[in-house]
């Protein structure tokens, strides 16, 4: 893009220290005097409708030019005498020796806000790491399927070769001196919503309650969610949560935000998980499954001052849709979907804004084992997901990805692989789907 740069003028108009670049627009004049040039052709810019055109070769896709090579999952869900550094850094190594590689074969690191220190900084110094591309995008719990979004593009574009990505936190062994999440005073937010009591309880539940009252959604139909995955989870010697519990024992137990029960609530855990991507010639040369990256999609998604679609729309359907285009499968091609779960009521938005159901009748959709793998047209989550197998770092997006690799490889428990598991889905949010949210979307 053409531009003009004042070389090396200060805040003040000197010029004796720093620098300011000026972008301008090409054909115009800037406050310099320079002619900005005007590009030849109509290769770029607006059409006569007023649309942005697209490169004419059409959009760039990654489907297909990276491979999930390998995954890992701390075995601990307690632990008192790990550093949160330390799950970082034995993570890595699983992940690793699960593919097939070392830490020498690392060339981009990507992590989010667990991370402890200055993050990428304190991280790849402790781990002893070397290289050329990292990213630190931060969407909550969504992060890590961004990251993997973000390591397939950078891939594609030849930034690195392997890409490795993190994901630790002890929030249960610190839940005695742990505060309720702050993201700082500073936060445009806050004034308008903190002196409400407007927590992650209070947000979810206000979502749940309006699912109920505009659809007729039962407590005891988000209480399936619960039940496909407890009968999961009692086949992962890992998982917080082993004993299976039916209906009634969700809706008879004790509220903690009206209409949601606590059996409603993901599991809060200590723990840690891995996830390498490699080129796809990087992939076939490992002794294990070639899992491609086929789509993926992001968004965000707030109140916006009231004009938005409302509390009932996640940002799962913004980056659900661009996952399948991309992808070029729809949700019907879906054998196995790994849908984030903090909530009962955020797996049925999610299940809804993907398309595997209509608008509000996601109740019905969830209703009597229909995601038990086995029983129903869509298992999900058959590690127990964060409903009771694990949410290390209050963050379940990372261990999402992982049970779809393990799926798609047929390393999944016999009681609940999905028999020849070709295209997987895994699904992630973060923050509050009461006020404002991440949400990311990866077809494998």
Not at 179 to 188: C, Q
Not at 190 to 198: I, K, S, T
Not at 394 to 410: D, M
């Given at each position: 893009m053409p531009f003009c740069l004042p070389a090396f003028t200060n805040f003040d108009g000197s010029t004796k220290y720093g620098f300011t670049l000026a972008f301008a627009i090409p054909g115009r004049r800037c406050v310099r005097g320079c002619d900005i040039p005007q590009p030849s052709g109509r290769a770029r810019g607006r059409s006569r409708s007023g649309r942005l055109r697209q490169p004419s070769g059409g959009l760039m896709t990654m489907t297909g030019k990276s491979c999930m090579a390998g995954a890992f999952e701390h075995p601990l869900r307690k632990a008192e005498h790990h550093s949160v550094a330390q799950f970082h850094a034995e993570c890595p190594r699983g992940a690793l020796a699960d593919a097939g590689l070392s830490m020498r074969d690392v060339d981009a690191y990507f992590c989010a806000g667990d991370a402890p220190g200055l993050g990428p900084l304190s991280m790849l110094d402790y781990m002893g790491l070397r290289v050329k591309h990292l990213d630190t995008t931060e969407t909550g719990g969504s992060s890590y399927l961004i990251h993997v979004a973000h390591a397939a593009q950078a891939i594609t574009a030849g930034k690195c070769n392997v890409a490795l990505i993190t994901l630790a936190g002890k929030p249960r062994t610190d839940a005695s001196t742990a505060?309720?999440?702050?993201?700082?005073?500073?936060?445009?937010?806050?004034?308008?919503?903190?002196?409400?009591?407007?927590?992650?309880?209070?947000?979810y539940a206000l979502v749940a309650r309006r699912h109920m009252h505009e659809y007729g959604t039962t407590p005891e139909q988000l209480a399936w969610i619960k039940v496909a995955a407890s009968t999961h989870a009692q086949h992962n010697p890992h998982a917080m949560l082993r004993q299976p519990v039916s209906v009634e024992e969700v809706v008879n137990s004790p509220l903690v935000a009206d209409p949601l029960h606590r059996l409603d609530c993901c599991v809060v855990s200590d723990g840690g998980g891995a996830l390498v991507v490699t080129r796809p010639e990087i992939a076939r040369s490992l002794a294990r499954p070639v899992?491609?990256?086929l789509g993926a999609g992001e968004a965000v998604r707030g109140a916006y001052g009231g004009w938005d679609e409302g509390l009932l729309v996640t940002g799962a359907a913004q980056s659900g849709a661009q996952a399948f285009a991309e992808a070029g499968v729809a949700p019907a091609d879906i054998q196995y979907a790994s849908i984030y779960d903090s909530f009962t009521i955020t797996v049925l938005l999610q299940l809804e804004d993907l398309g595997f159901c209509r608008k509000g009748e996601?109740?019905?959709?969830?209703?009597?084992?229909?995601?038990?793998?086995?029983?129903?047209?869509?298992?999900?989550?058959?590690?127990?997901?964060?409903l009771c197998n694990n949410h290390?770092?209050?963050?379940?997006?990372?261990?999402?990805?992982?049970?779809?690799?393990?799926?798609?490889?047929?390393?999944?428990?016999?009681?609940?692989?999905?028999?020849?598991?070709e295209i997987a889905l895994a699904q992630g949010t973060g923050g509050n789907l009461g006020a404002r949210h991440g949400s990311a979307t990866l077809i494998l």
């Open positions: 505060k309720p999440r702050e993201y700082g005073a500073t936060s445009p937010d806050v004034a308008f919503e903190q002196p409400f009591g407007l927590n992650t309880l209070a947000g899992i491609n990256v996601g109740g019905r959709f969830v209703q009597d084992g229909n995601l038990i793998s086995g029983v129903g047209r869509l298992p999900f989550n058959t590690d127990g997901g964060g290390p770092a209050n963050r379940g997006g990372l261990t999402k990805v992982i049970e779809a690799v393990r799926q798609l490889r047929g390393e999944a428990h016999p009681k609940v692989q999905v028999p020849g598991c």
